[in-house]
């Protein structure tokens, strides 16, 4: 037992009006993560107009509201504790196994940015964020003062995830309908590049790749009832939909990083093995549904097909796949039928030994991978470079401004940023959400940026750690990424279900958002992801 539950425990046998402050915690909890999973995804103020300042404006006044009714209730329940410990003659008032690594990384990233904020010669733009996006110092530091009050007030009801799971699904559906036109909800501004109720397709990825994973999750390991497995099978099949209509290639990071992920997991057991190949065969039956819509209604798509997308919904890759996958879950059944009859002892001791000699196998095929596409890129770089003939177009393989959409052009932009920048400003960064405000004031990148993005303002390098190096330095991105990090460590081993599943929906997030940025849609719900998780263990 952690010290947060000896100190719960004790709190839940005091008198009446103490109990009543765990139950208005639990309470307010529930009532802010329900209007956050539940409602927030839909709200919306005229159509897609102003839609990110509208998604904002909801976050940031529930979440102050919240942050400041729950930090009273844990403020009053644990002065309630320090009494007891002083009543006693307790030598420590406070006991510092109640905090976890991942507690005492927050608290240091929480100053860090404050420290950031304070150092930055933006602090009109620090403060809360670039217009439209809105990552700055008071949103970040409500997201860390968030995960320390739901991780220890939250009472840990499962129905919070399944109301996540419902919301998110009428989204994605939302998402494909729109895709083919038809619209459920009149909205202002149709245009391809706005999808769902979430705006452009860039923040419905994002979302997608942290809510996704949590009716994935239940459709793998939780207990197989019927009707959970069915509504979590169907889940699954809207989610690849989705992803495969919202246009976008770097959704396929997340199916990646979300296949790999899983199947790390799943080798633990037969039965698991057997539905991540179903989970496959339901990923390749998805794209073959988009595939038959796009024919029943040719001409209600209404984004390009000369992508990833396009291809994979167009051809029989993914029926080929899909079907090898649901031939594979059928022999893995057989197999496992049979492998039941087995000692018990005899199995675990067989499953533990292949498991891990699986996982090495994958950790070699994925460094394998990385390193082949560096090679490729570097090499088919460096011939781009010593040639002089012009060379035009975007290829994975090849780093340039045309490189992932114009990703290359954002890259080298930051990269000239940070390496201008003094040794105080790579430490601690120009300020919270303040790459923009950076960026245009120096006039080169200004001018480099102009030239490939015209007068859309660019507001990150669309790599999260290499943003938050210029937003937050490099004492910032090794602060974050040490809150995940010891998360993953802490969990892997030790958590439950849902921490697992918080686990999962982390490593979908930073894998995504190589590629893309962090942002009122995603950034929000991976913590709250995260403080529900560690209030499990």
């Not at 039965?271 to 209600?300: F, I, K, T």
């Amino acid at each position: 037992m952690t010290g947060n539950q000896a100190d719960n425990g004790f709190l839940n046998k005091l008198s009446g009006k103490k109990t009543v402050l765990k139950a208005a915690g639990e309470l307010f909890c529930s009532a802010y993560l329900l209007l956050m999973f539940g409602i927030y995804p839909f709200y919306m103020e005229n159509g897609y107009v102003d839609i990110g300042e509208a998604k904002y404006r909801f976050f940031i006044y529930c979440s102050l509201a919240a942050a400041a009714i729950l930090g009273a209730i844990c403020l009053c329940r644990y002065i309630q504790v320090l009494r007891r410990r002083i009543r006693e003659r307790e030598p420590y008032l406070i006991r510092w196994e109640n905090f976890s690594a991942t507690d005492l990384f927050v608290a240091l990233y929480a100053t860090e940015i404050f420290i950031s904020y304070v150092l930055s010669d933006y602090r009109q733009e620090a403060l809360w964020g670039t217009e439209g996006w809105h990552i700055g110092l008071v949103p970040l530091l409500t997201l860390c003062s968030l995960y320390f009050f739901i991780s220890r007030l939250w009472d840990g009801k499962a129905f919070i995830w399944y109301v996540s799971m419902a919301a998110s699904a009428a989204v994605f559906l939302l998402g494909i309908l729109d895709r083919f036109s038809i619209y459920i909800i009149p909205l202002e501004i149709r245009q391809p590049a706005f999808i769902s109720t979430l705006g452009n397709i860039n923040w419905f990825c994002g979302y997608l790749t942290v809510l996704a994973p949590v009716g994935i999750f239940i459709f793998l390991f939780s207990e197989k009832e019927e009707i959970k497995k069915c509504f979590s099978a169907t889940y699954a099949v809207i989610v690849f939909m989705a992803g495969f209509c919202q246009g976008g290639s770097s959704i396929f990071l997340f199916y990646g990083a979300l296949f790999f992920i899983l199947l790390w997991i799943a080798v633990d057991k037969r039965e698991w093995l057997a539905d991540w190949s179903l989970l496959v065969c339901l990923w390749g039956l998805a794209a073959q549904l988009v595939r038959a819509m796009r024919y029943l209604l040719p001409d209600r798509y209404n984004y390009e097909t000369d992508n990833l997308c396009g291809y994979l919904t167009d051809s029989n890759v993914t029926l080929v796949i899909g079907a090898a996958a649901f031939g594979i879950f059928l022999w893995l059944k057989k197999k496992n039928h049979e492998f039941v009859k087995e000692q018990e002892a005899e199995k675990e001791a067989g499953a533990g030994r292949k498991a891990k000699e699986v996982r090495r196998v994958m950790t070699l095929v994925l460094a394998a991978g990385i390193l082949f596409w560096l090679f490729l890129t570097g090499f088919h770089t460096w011939k781009s470079v010593s040639d002089t003939t012009d060379v035009t177009g975007s290829s994975p393989f090849l780093f340039d401004e045309n490189w992932g959409n114009g990703r290359g052009a954002a890259l080298k932009a930051g990269a000239r940023m940070y390496a201008g920048m003094s040794f105080e400003k790579k430490l601690f960064g120009v300020g919270p959400d303040c790459f923009s405000a950076y960026a245009y004031s120096l006039p080169e990148v200004a001018g480099s940026l102009r030239e490939n993005f015209g007068s859309d303002r660019l507001t990150n390098a669309h790599n999260e750690l290499f943003t938050g190096l210029i937003n937050t330095g490099i004492a910032g991105v090794a602060l974050y990424m040490g809150i995940f990090v010891s998360f993953i460590i802490r969990h892997v081993k030790k958590g439950d279900f849902y921490s697992r599943m918080a686990i999962v929906c982390i490593l979908c997030y930073l894998a995504h958002n190589m590629v893309s940025f962090a942002q009122v849609l995603n950034l929000p719900f991976v913590f709250l992801i995260m403080a529900m998780g560690e209030r499990k263990l």
